[in-house]
């Protein structure tokens, strides 16, 4: 085993003991935590018919793009097993099922699983969606897998994780403020229990990679600057319908999101921007001359992307999902 793979074993170890001091911090309980029913219609009830005829009322005056934008967060939301089997296969964390690292992707992935079963019942109920569609393409997302950029490595995994949950927090946060808008004030409150989720669980992961930063800050510098130099790939990268390939479906999904701004270039820069200022990368020190270099590209390159972000016009291509009814 090489000299770099030990250190990261180290710096797992250490990791892992935090993780279980902390996750009463960042996960709760799930007795009392919220739960798919708590929003929709209850099925023992005997107004069961009515309510569902209020949710579909409501949801009538969504907009085309947001309901596209609703399905392809709800897809990437339900393929959660992708995500659980990639996170176990991170080297360096010790493998007991009651280690730091096993126990926290579960628990975790429990919270997370909340999510795609709310908004699944609701997009089933609310009456605009071909539901055959959507599960088609739930399917490929959890059978095609993902490459993300990360590999094994623990640290390209938690810089690929504090920044996924913080895009997803403005995603459904943005959802939430537009259904609002369009008077489903249920799918707006759906989606504000989404995003405080995904707001807490992006403060673990830049937590746990502040300890990393604190231990390894050369090793834990280079990295950021190769998943920036990569670019981060969201999940929905690799959406597709029937008959398109990968990535075909990703490119109408984020003109829809760009043209609502859910989710537009600037909120990336912008995320890059929290991480600096969270990780302190401008102050870090003990770094080699090839961490220098790497703070050094990091810290330059908000302000270049910012310049290409503000020039892109905003998509007017007229797509049909085939995700949506009629």
């Not at 493998?95 to 096993?102: I, Y």
């Not at 992935?109 to 089933?124: F, I, P, Q, S, V």
């Not at 009456?127 to 897998?145: F, K, W």
């Not at 090839?290 to 302000?303: F, Q």
Request: hydrophobic share 40%.
């Amino acid at each position: 085993m090489s000299f770099f793979a030990d250190k990261r074993r180290e710096v797992m170890m250490h990791i892992e003991k935090y993780m279980l001091e902390s996750m009463g911090t960042y996960l709760k309980p799930i007795d009392t935590n919220w739960q798919p029913s708590d929003f929709l219609p209850d099925s023992t009830s005997e107004t069961f018919y009515q309510d569902i005829r209020i949710l579909r009322d409501n949801a009538k005056d969504l907009s085309y793009d947001l309901v596209a934008v609703l399905i392809g967060d709800t897809i990437t939301e339900e393929a959660l097993p992708t995500y659980e089997s990639w996170l176990a296969m991170v080297d360096g964390h010790s493998r007991d099922e009651e280690g730091g690292w096993m126990k926290w992707v579960r628990h975790w992935t429990a919270e997370e699983n909340r999510h795609g079963d709310l908004l699944n019942k609701y997009l089933y109920l609310s009456g605009r969606v071909d539901m055959r569609q959507m599960e088609i393409s739930t399917q490929y997302l959890i059978a095609d897998g993902f490459d993300i950029g990360t590999g094994h490595d623990p640290y390209r995994n938690f810089i690929y994780t504090s920044f996924q949950e913080l895009a997803t927090n403005v995603s459904h946060r943005r959802v939430a403020s537009l259904a609002k808008k369009d008077g489903d004030t249920l799918l707006s409150r759906m989606c504000g229990v989404i995003a405080s989720d995904e707001a807490r669980h992006a403060k673990a992961y830049k937590d746990f990679m502040n300890r990393i930063f604190e231990v390894d800050p050369n090793e834990a510098m280079l990295a950021f600057e190769d998943m920036m130099r990569k670019k981060i790939v969201m999940p929905a990268h690799f959406l597709r319908e029937v008959g398109l390939k990968i990535g075909q479906t990703f490119g109408h999904f984020t003109d829809a999101a760009q043209r609502l701004g859910v989710y537009t270039a600037v909120d990336y820069v912008e995320i890059m921007q929290q991480l600096i200022i969270d990780w302190k990368i401008e102050g870090m020190r003990d770094l080699d001359e090839a961490g220098e270099k790497a703070r050094d590209y990091i810290m330059n390159l908000p302000s270049r992307l910012l310049r290409v972000a503000e020039r892109m016009k905003n998509p007017t291509i007229d797509y049909k999902f085939s995700w949506i009814a009629g």
